[in-house]
């Protein structure tokens, strides 16, 4: 988790805020890579950062034999997240 | 059919579906009306979430600050989607393990206090008056532009609708009209940015337009906005002029602020399993990073396509959106040299900034200021806020087009203002009511009770609609400052920290709070002359401020908790539980918590 922490930081604070001054001499495209990461590749990363999170502990829990039994709501969830 | 017409349609049936889902969903039970009885598919709830979440701000007023800040205005962008990392990492799933009802709920039981929960009330019930105030300013511009009523009006139509889905609904009213709310104002904020993005770039996904080739051949998009707008002395599109601590405490603030947020929090309450908070969390960030990955793009055609309209327009011809914005008072012209001739620059116009009309018209029959004309050789002020409303009119879009973006920035206006009407009402009738002063009454009397003040916070958010605080996102940019300093704090190290107790949450809390609250208070409204950097402690704004509350707030927790008697055993082991992995050992926990942890008995 930690790990993932790290990125959320790396990529906002640290691509998006105080190195893209000088990410910006690198380009993506029509985009300066600095104004890439904090208008749009920041976010794409977040959404990652979830979905990693969520399916590492997934397996957690299931290591820990702790399968959650209350299937009050069967959805589309159950296939991504098991 | 003429826009107005069109308009009257569009949100008329919105309204109609909303009504018609509330009264299909009602509550019967203060479990259902405070969290949706918790049986909340996760899918769902993630599109709740992002309706509940995305305001009037992210809706009307983020793309229009993007479009004339550039590159600062990224700290929206990326504070407003970080803090969803926080959430689902360190706050949603446990706060869902613990299986509460509310914010205040959690602080009052973790920390086994009256005094605790009650000034987590205190803050839950700030936090979210000022946040709606932001989005009645919405409701009211959208009303008076497209449907031409009077905006007073227009704020009580938009009261009325909410008080009838949110007082008879309650959380499980709210939870499947957001999702409707999110479906209507994706769909109206991706409709004109596609038409626009094929219009400018022929590229018809607007994400992907930002970093495209203009249609003309001219080059890169962004590459032709930086000559225009450097030509034009003002700060290249992709150039910053915020300092960059202040970049980083702004973040930082609305980062934090947003995992703080109670009427955020609560949404993770109403899935079914913790590991249902996980992927919700997920989910809610996917529906956001929808609108999120557009708006850059539509605040830099909209740039592009306002420069090229407005810059030379001879007052005279100007087109209808023009004289309409002008009239309701959002757009404002100085001739300054006399020409007749809209000249648009670098720097603001006018000073002080904001338009102030006098009832006479000009020689071209432009409404006349008493501002001050500035240096600067810029004559028109062009109110932020507009900017998403009035792009579809200025690009020359088709008229239900129009009227769609109408309709969406209501949804957005709404669903927000329903979620935090319902973590207000449960503030005052469950933590203040049922868990403070009045035990002994009913679940059926404590719905009533939260019916009766979900309606009483309706009418104080109407009045902050009808006299309105400035721009949407400054105001709702506050609210963010002062979750991050009072909550987050408390609720991460109430999760991670056994050590955590009473005396240093509530010292942390009212630290934060008091200290952000008067910084802002200071600079927004006591002195404002001095809000500017000289003047700024460190260099950071009152919109970043939060950031430092809540360091404060962290290191007066840390020293407070290391002086005094850590908490009773049984809480220690809770907060152990918690983390465990799983979920079958916190629900003996959960029954248990509610005998043992009655604040009456403990503090």
Known sequence: MLGLLVIWAGVSFGFGILLADWLDQFRLGGYKLG???????????????????????????????????????????????? | MSAQLLTYIFVGATFALYIGIAIWSRSASTSEFYVAGGHVNPVANGAATAADWMSAASFLSMAGIIAFEGAD??????????????????????????????????????????????????????ISFTYVAGQMRGVGVVFSRFLEVDIDLGVVIGMAIVFFYAVLGGMKGITYTQVAQYCVLIF?????????????????????????????????????????????????????????????????????GTAGLPHVIVRFFTVPRVRDARISAGYALVFIA????????????????????????????????????????????HDKNEDGKVQYRGGAALSPTKPAFS??????????????????????YIDRDIIVLAHPEIAKLPNWVIALVAAGGLAAALSTAAGLLLVISTAVSHDLLKKTFMPGISDRQELLYARISAAFAICVAGLAGIYPPDYVAQVVAFAFGLAAASFFPVL????????????????????????????????????????????????????????????????????VSRVTPPPPQDIQDMVRAIRVPGETQVRDIEATSEDTLAPASRS
């Open chain 2, 359 to 380: 009832e006479e018209r000009g020689e071209f029959g432009q409404r006349l200021v008493t501002n001050r004309p500035t240096e600067s050789d810029n004559e028109v």
């Open chain 2, 290 to 333: 929808l609108l999120y990955l557009t708006a850059p793009a539509v605040a830099a055609f909209a740039r592009i396509n306002i420069i090229d309209e407005v810059n030379g327009l001879t007052y005279q011809d100007a087109p209808e959106w023009f004289l309409k914005w002008e009239d309701i008072g959002l757009i404002a012209w």
């Open chain 1, 35 to 82: 104004f890439w990461f904090s208008q749009q590749g920041s976010i794409l990363t977040f959404v990652v950062l979830i979905f990693v999170y969520a399916w590492r502990m997934g397996r957690i829990d299931a290591v820990h034999g702790s399968e959650e039994k209350e299937d009050v709501i069967v959805g589309l969830d159950d296939r991504d997240a098991s």
């Open chain 2, 73 to 126: 205005g990224a700290r929206y962008l990326m504070g407003w989607t970080g803090g969803y990392v926080l959430l689902a990492l360190l706050l949603a799933p446990y706060l869902r393990k613990f299986s509460k009802f509310t914010v205040p709920d959690f602080v009052g039981d973790r920390y086994y206090s009256s005094a605790a929960r009650l000034v987590a009330v205190v803050c839950v019930i700030f």
């Open chain 2, 492 to 559: 991460l190290l109430g999760i991670f920290s056994t050590r955590m107790n009473k005396e240093a949450a509530i010292a942390g809390m009212l630290t934060g709070l008091t200290f952000t609250f008067s910084y802002i208070v200071y600079f927004k409204f006591l002195n404002t002359a001095a809000n500017t950097p000289e003047y700024w402690w460190f260099g950071i704004s009152p919109e970043g401020i939060g950031t430092l509350g809540m360091m404060l707030n962290f290191v007066v927790a840390f020293a």
């Open chain 2, 188 to 256: 109206a904020y991706l409709v004109p940015a596609i038409y626009i993005s094929i219009l400018l770039t022929s590229n018809p996904l607007p994400m992907l337009g930002l970093g495209s080739t203009v249609a003309d051949g001219s080059g890169y998009l962004l590459d032709k906005l930086d000559g225009l707008t450097t030509e034009l002395g003002m700060t290249a599109f992709t150039d910053g002029s915020k300092s960059t601590i202040d970049m980083l405490f702004i973040t930082a603030a609305l980062m934090a």
